[in-house]
């Protein structure tokens, strides 16, 4: 059986995430109470199943402080396991309820929004840890689901799935980064009125780049440091690394710097690309 948690903060994109896995054929549960996790497993485990997808948040009260206890128990059954935690600035968090005008599982008491996701993030940080994190801030909701779709669409094996991801200083690092370099003192090709438009995928704007000798070293100095520390953070027990290429705007110098990283890395490791800001 293939069971895929999906846990987060409330309004990270969560039902987006599950509706996409019900489209794809997983058996899925919304709101699950943590505690009863393995019963499920057990009864859909007998009556067949062999893909399901449960969510499991805040939702489900004081039992949420055992999830991690629960999925490592899991982990050492005969089933495929992997946790995919959405996260989300605080300030787009707030722009959604605001917009959805839904209440936070959280406000209780006179709390604030701001108070009531301060919370939440903190009594969820524990099981941020556990599986494959990614911040929703930027994405629109079919970006998510690419997204999630690409993840599943990994066999997991016991190999550290890393993740090369393109981003733009100017609207923030990423929150699922766990390993940041910064572009930005390369040559620019927003400068040229013909790059400009372009992306670090278009042939103009990578003939630029690659006429210059800092971006090749940049490139090598990046893929000789995640090569160097990549056993090490598998034998740390991470299922994945997210390796995260910033430049100004996330279009140019990133871009092509986390395809090329991407295309060297795949001959030897599994590997997904993804691009913040582009369409």
């Known amino acids: 059986m293939e069971l895929i948690l999906i846990s987060g903060l409330s309004g990270s994109g969560k039902s987006v995430a599950l509706n996409m896995l019900e489209d794809g054929g997983y058996y899925c549960v919304d709101n699950l109470p943590a505690s009863m996790l393995k019963i499920l497993v057990h009864e859909l485990q007998q009556s067949g199943y062999e893909k399901i997808a449960v969510a499991v948040d805040i939702r489900s009260g ?3 402080e055992r999830l991690p206890v629960e999925v490592e128990a899991l982990r050492q059954s005969d089933l495929r396991l992997r ?39 903190a ?25 999630v779709r690409q993840f599943v669409g990994v066999d997991p094996g016991g190999e550290l799935l890393l993740v090369f991801q393109s981003f733009g200083f100017k609207h923030g690092i990423p929150l699922d980064a766990d390993l940041v370099f910064d572009v930005r003192c390369l040559p620019n090709p927003h400068y040229d009125p013909v790059l400009r438009p372009m992306t670090g995928r278009d ?33 740390d027990g991470r299922s994945t690394l997210t390796v995260a290429v910033g430049c100004t705007g996330g279009q140019h110098r990133s871009v092509y710097l986390t395809e090329w990283l991407g295309r060297e890395f795949s001959r030897h490791s599994k590997v ?8």
């Open 272 to 279: 997904l690309i993804r691009h913040r800001f582009l369409a």
């Open 62 to 64: 004081n039992s949420i």
């Open 83 to 121: 946790l995919i935690f959405l996260d989300a600035r605080d300030e787009t968090l707030i722009k959604r309820f605001s917009e959805t005008r839904r209440t936070h599982p959280l406000a209780a008491s006179g709390r604030s929004l701001q108070e009531s996701i301060s919370e939440e993030r």
């Open 123 to 147: 009594r969820l940080e524990a099981i941020a840890a556990l599986g494959h994190r990614v911040d929703t801030s930027d994405l629109k909701a079919n970006a998510l689901r690419d997204w």
């Open 203 to 235: 042939a103009p704007v990578i003939a630029f780049l690659e006429e210059h000798d800092e971006v090749r070293q940049m490139g090598n100095d990046i893929r000789h440091f995640v090569s160097t520390w990549q056993a090490a953070y598998s034998s």
